[in-house]
């Protein structure tokens, strides 16, 4: 079964607007960890930011925020200010307890179009 | 500055051929990951492994092989047996044991059938 479920294959947003990109995740374990990562054209996986199921603050990282739902199991990815550089695939990934050897569960991606 | 390089970039493969994909870091992590990736797909987990000299079976294994004889190396060899090898393969580590840290990611390898 999926674990992770990004339902938006693909999104456009204008320069220096705000974008929300939705990921819902299906576990069991009390403890996990969210983490979002950035995917140029040019291939490698930039880390952008990291929620804990026990943390009872939103995470933020500069114009990146994490709208953290934890009832509803879902962990969006706000990107404020969009710049044209953030044209790119965002995946949402999580870590359960050591499954796998801390290993991550990747969704599909969302990919994200900022247009001038 | 430290982090994870991947060798080749790009890689061709022949018929019935193995070929080995490189991995090497320099961020004393002890924890490593293969992972494949197709188009349009998130990636999916090959092989890991936490501790020099052992690595375990991912979702995917099948077809594939790697070694860990030292921390700073896990290449994988991508064999005959591996029936649809063309992906984008990518190496990363982390922390052993430590769940709220990142995994760093290598630039990848593109993998090619001739």
Redesign the interface.
């Known amino acids: 079964a999926q674990k992770?479920t990004q339902t938006q294959p693909g999104m456009f947003v204008q320069e220096k607007e705000a974008v929300t990109l939705d990921c819902t995740y299906d576990t069991s374990d009390p403890?996990?960890?969210l983490?979002w990562?950035k995917q140029p054209s040019?291939?490698?996986?930039i880390?952008l930011i990291?929620q804990?199921s026990y943390d009872q603050q939103n995470a933020t990282e500069g114009r990146y925020s994490l709208n953290f739902q934890k009832a509803r199991k879902s962990a969006n990815l706000v990107i404020s200010a969009s710049q044209l550089g953030d044209s790119a695939m965002y995946?949402c990934?999580m870590?359960e307890?050591?499954n796998?050897?801390?290993?991550?569960n990747?969704?599909?991606?969302t990919s994200l179009l900022v247009t001038p | 500055d430290g982090g994870i390089t991947q060798s080749p970039k790009y890689l061709f493969r022949k018929e019935g051929q193995n070929v080995t994909l490189s991995c090497e870091q320099n961020l004393n992590h002890d924890a490593m990951y293969w992972y494949r990736q197709d188009p349009g797909q998130g990636l999916r987990l090959i092989y890991y492994s936490q501790i020099v000299n052992d690595f375990q079976k991912g979702d995917i294994a099948e077809g594939y092989s790697v070694s860990r004889e030292k921390k700073e190396s896990f290449p994988l060899t991508v064999t005959s047996a591996q029936k649809n090898p063309t992906a984008f393969y990518l190496c990363a580590s982390s922390y052993r044991g430590r769940s709220n840290q990142p995994q760093h990611f290598g630039d990848g390898t593109r993998l090619s059938i001739l």
């Open positions: 992770i403890s996990y960890g983490f990562y040019s291939g490698e996986m880390f990291y804990g995946f990934a870590r307890r050591p796998s050897g801390y290993a991550l990747f969704g599909k991606g």
